[in-house]
């Protein structure tokens, strides 16, 4: 290859979920790998993110004895999925090549020394429909020590998931129980005893996303993996049709790199753009979402201006979001989606209904609110809770009880009352209408079963709720003053749209022709998920999987490289 100033024979676009183990596959073929990242921070919204990746008939199903496989997770995708209008990323042929590749991509990446496992309960986010999976089909990465990348270590991208204590995600979601069980008070020992003994071995424990890309990061590395900060990617190089490389900055110039057998793009959707925003999701902001700065959309762009398809741009990974005070142009915000979810608390719109099922898919909670909002003002909505929600449970990242930043009162955030009418005053809501919903809730609890919205009904409703609180664990009275309120707004960890690819992860264009020498990966596609979130993880399971794909056919193997 001539014209380039330098070459190798894999180039990735971005440093995200799927850029990795894109990476190992290709090294692990003797191939030569680079991976630019436009940032100063390596790992993406997934190092920032839960972590979380929903892979079916995963072999810690299979070692734990939870019941899946092939035919269990096609029922329920296909179940879900088929049918979708205006879906071009999710095609059955695409769907099967998902549920058939991601089990052999775990194979490979446990072959690589990377240490994950399952949460063991995590239900499907439609776990009722056929083929549904209760206890989950959830993997994450294992605690990791963020010193063993030296150098590194300050590149990693760090995890909105932060508390003072090493505690692996499944043990996160115990913690907020600790006033009320000596379970989850043994759990609080045993991660103070870990923490003591992390600081005298020099150990910094991280959790969630930045645990599984500090292990891909490290594994990446010393497979002998080039990878450049503060590198974006201005143009694509295309030659007779076929990408060749691409334009990146190096000491402070254009650089021009050859990829000899393939350029992924990992880099992102769009929800730092607000102009794109505006262009594909109108009535969003970039103020509602926790995906990674580098998250605008240009590598889309870029593929479009070469002729690529895109779909699904009016679809994103809907996360309900509350906004404290001085948290309005944070990157972190806190997330909403257990808060409402929870006994003794309900979401009302502008005029104080009751309009959605507060548990279920965040995705589907978040669609939830932008439609309601064309007919009845509903952005924001109000979280409505009582003063035994408050003594049992998260509000904003704070912990449980009433204690709360007196800010929070004074500039209007948080709402309390002694009674319900008063709190509808305050929120400008006709008093009659709020004590109307808070009766027939209560009613609907009374009896233990949700007649309007079927909260409670599904095991990923029950799991969002509270483990201690009977009959149910979803429902619980809001008849204890005193009465609050704070706002729920319809944000997202990312977008959901992008450039259409086929089942081997290359990027087409309109009339379905390949461009050759393009695959893409992770959010800068249109999701094979659609416009549905069958469960946790399915942005960052199906960039993995997608990346692994990509690697594997760039590399002319068919299948990983070491099977």
């Not at 986010?125 to 994450?140: H, K, L, N």
């Not at 605690?143 to 991208?157: A, I, M, Q, Y």
């Not at 979001?321 to 979401?347: F, N, Y």
């Amino acid at each position: 290859m001539t014209g380039f100033d330098e070459v190798f024979d894999f180039v990735v676009a971005g440093s995200g979920g799927g850029s990795m183990c894109a990476a190992l596959v290709a090294r692990a073929s003797g191939k030569s790998v680079l991976i630019l990242e436009k940032t100063g921070l390596v790992g993406g919204t997934t190092a920032r993110s839960g972590g979380v990746m929903w892979l079916p008939n995963n072999p810690f199903m299979q070692r734990d004895g939870v019941e899946d496989s092939l035919e269990r997770a096609t029922a329920y995708l296909e179940g879900l999925l088929d049918g979708q209008v205006d879906a071009p990323g999710s095609t059955p042929v695409r769907r099967r090549q998902y549920l058939i590749e991601a089990p052999r991509m775990l194979d490979f990446l446990g072959r690589q020394g990377i240490e994950l496992d399952r949460v063991k309960d995590w239900p499907d986010y439609y776990d009722e429909r056929p083929g549904g999976s209760v206890p989950g089909r959830t993997v994450v990465a294992r605690l990791f020590d963020v010193n063993e990348l030296g150098s590194w270590s300050s590149r990693l991208r760090p995890s909105f998931v932060q508390i003072p204590l090493p505690a692996s995600l499944e043990e996160m979601l115990e913690l907020p129980a600790y006033k009320r069980s000596w379970r989850v008070k043994l759990l609080m020992l045993k991660l103070v005893l870990r923490a003591l003994i992390a600081r005298l071995t020099g150990r910094r424990w991280v959790a969630g996303g930045a645990a599984l890309q500090g292990r891909m990061l490290q594994a990446a590395l010393r497979a002998g993996t080039e990878i450049r900060t503060d590198s974006p990617v201005s143009e694509l190089i295309v030659e007779d049709g076929v990408v060749k490389g691409l334009v990146t900055t190096k000491d402070g110039g254009p650089w021009r790199v050859g990829a000899r057998q393939g350029v992924l793009a990992n880099a992102g959707g769009f929800a730092r753009n607000q102009s794109m925003r505006d262009r594909y999701l109108p009535g969003t902001s970039v103020q509602w979402t926790l995906a990674a700065p580098g998250d605008t959309g240009e590598m889309i762009e870029e593929m479009m201006r070469h002729g690529a398809a895109v779909a699904q741009m009016d679809e994103r990974v809907g996360n309900q979001l509350t906004i404290p005070p001085g948290m309005e142009d944070s990157e972190i915000k806190p997330t909403a989606q257990s808060m409402t979810a929870a006994p003794h608390a309900i979401l009302v719109d502008q005029t104080g209904v009751r309009y959605m099922n507060e548990g279920g898919s965040y995705m589907a909670y978040v669609k939830a609110m932008m439609e309601r909002n064309r007919t009845v003002p509903a952005v924001p909505s109000w979280a409505v809770f009582d003063s035994q929600y408050m003594a049992k449970y998260m509000l904003a990242g704070t912990m449980p009880g009433k204690a709360k930043p007196r800010r929070w009162y004074e500039e209007g955030y948080l709402r309390k009352a002694d009674s319900i009418h008063d709190l509808a005053c305050q929120l400008r809501l006709q008093p009659a209408t709020l004590l109307a919903t808070i009766a027939r809730f209560n009613r609907f609890v009374a009896g233990n079963h949700d007649e309007d919205f079927h909260r409670g009904e599904r095991a990923y409703d029950r799991w969002l709720g509270d483990e201690f609180q009977q009959p149910s664990p979803a429902l619980g009275a809001i008849d204890k003053p005193p009465y609050y309120a704070v706002p729920v707004y319809p944000g997202d960890v990312g977008t959901f749209g992008g450039v259409v690819t086929d089942e081997f992860a290359r990027v087409l264009r309109s009339d379905g022709s390949v461009i050759a020498g393009l695959y893409a990966t992770g959010v800068s596609t249109a999701s094979v998920m659609g416009r549905f979130y069958p469960g946790a993880g399915c942005s960052i399971g199906p960039s993995f999987v997608w990346g692994y794909v990509a690697a594997c056919h760039a590399m002319g193997t068919g299948v990983d490289p070491q099977r």
